[in-house]
């Protein structure tokens, strides 16, 4: 299949180890592996390109799909593949093999596509954190709680005129290199801010600007019809600004708006 396909790489999706270790005495592809089993993953990390964490267990082919999105993204982010790659993605939570798929990365994962979306004041690698830790949020929420929030990433003075603090803002006075997304110190504090209300304000180099922000939604918007009030705000403040909107909903689903129309979805639809 990979030989018909022109893939080169195996992304292996199971919890199942006679899955896993079929598929390494057999195939000769660099193989990323993910699951939920924290002993799957220790004993086999030397073995394939990249053990993944699953934060839940794989619960057959509901879901199945979401799931390999989900991983897709996170091997993206690691590096592990790249715009040029062609994957087989194999999914097993039963007893059989629930999903096989092909996937094309410069065609099929929606992040490589964001460059073209992107001004130039903001940075791949944040748009990148920024959805890594929307994931997180999305998957394992706080302290065992779903998390909804919103961030507004770019054109930050524009951004700042269409929106108000609703709190006192926890990130003003600090130096700038301490409230960097793309400083892993930050993302505990991050996540403990997500759940005040409100949008994390952040420019495109990476630094928080501000969190608690209520933005003034203007004109006559579309959202699709049950999405509440973080998603109509998020089309608003791209709608009137150049800035790019990542909301997490408190029922899982990552929505990336630009230019007031979804345009990525992770998650469920």
């Known amino acids: 299949m990979a030989r018909t396909l022109g893939a080169n790489i195996l992304v292996l999706i199971t919890d199942r180890e006679e899955i896993l270790t079929s598929a390494l005495e057999r195939?000769?592809?660099?193989?990323?592996?993910?699951?939920?089993?924290?002993?799957?993953?220790e004993r086999?990390?030397?073995?394939?390109r990249k053990a993944l964490p699953l934060v839940q267990p794989l619960s057959g082919s509901v879901g199945a799909l979401v799931t390999v999105?989900?991983?897709l993204l996170g091997a993206f982010f690691h590096g592990l593949i790249t715009a040029k790659d062609s994957a087989i993605v194999i999914v097993s939570a039963g007893d059989s093999l629930d999903v096989v798929m092909r996937y094309d990365v410069s065609?099929?994962?929606?992040?490589?596509?964001?460059q073209e979306e992107l001004d130039d004041d903001v940075d791949l690698r944040v748009v990148e954190r920024v959805l890594k830790l929307s994931v997180e949020l999305a998957r394992e929420g706080r302290e065992g709680h779903p998390v909804g929030t919103l961030?507004?990433?770019?054109?930050?003075?524009?951004?700042?005129?269409?929106?108000?603090?609703?709190?006192?803002?926890?990130f003003e006075g600090h130096p700038e290199k301490d409230r960097n997304i793309l400083d892993d110190a930050l993302w505990e504090t991050a996540k403990e801010f997500a759940q005040i209300d409100g949008a994390f304000v952040v420019r495109g180099d990476g630094v928080v600007v501000s969190a608690g922000r209520y933005v003034d939604t203007e004109?006559?918007?579309?959202?699709?019809?049950?999405?509440?009030?973080?998603?109509?705000?998020?089309?608003?403040?791209?709608?009137?600004?150049?800035?790019?909107a990542i909301v997490v909903s408190s029922s899982g689903t990552i929505r990336l708006f630009k230019a007031g129309r979804v345009i990525m979805v992770v998650g469920r639809s």
């Open 44 to 48: 086999y990390a030397e073995r394939v």
């Open 69 to 71: 999105k989900e991983v």
């Open 151 to 170: 961030f507004v990433l770019g054109d930050t003075p524009s951004v700042l005129r269409h929106s108000r603090p609703a709190v006192l803002n926890p």
């Open 27 to 41: 195939i000769t592809l660099p193989v990323v592996f993910a699951s939920a089993s924290e002993d799957l993953l």
């Open 219 to 244: 004109g006559e918007l579309q959202v699709q019809p049950g999405l509440g009030g973080r998603h109509l705000a998020a089309a608003s403040i791209t709608h009137s600004t150049r800035a790019i």
């Open 107 to 114: 065609r099929d994962v929606e992040i490589v596509h964001l």
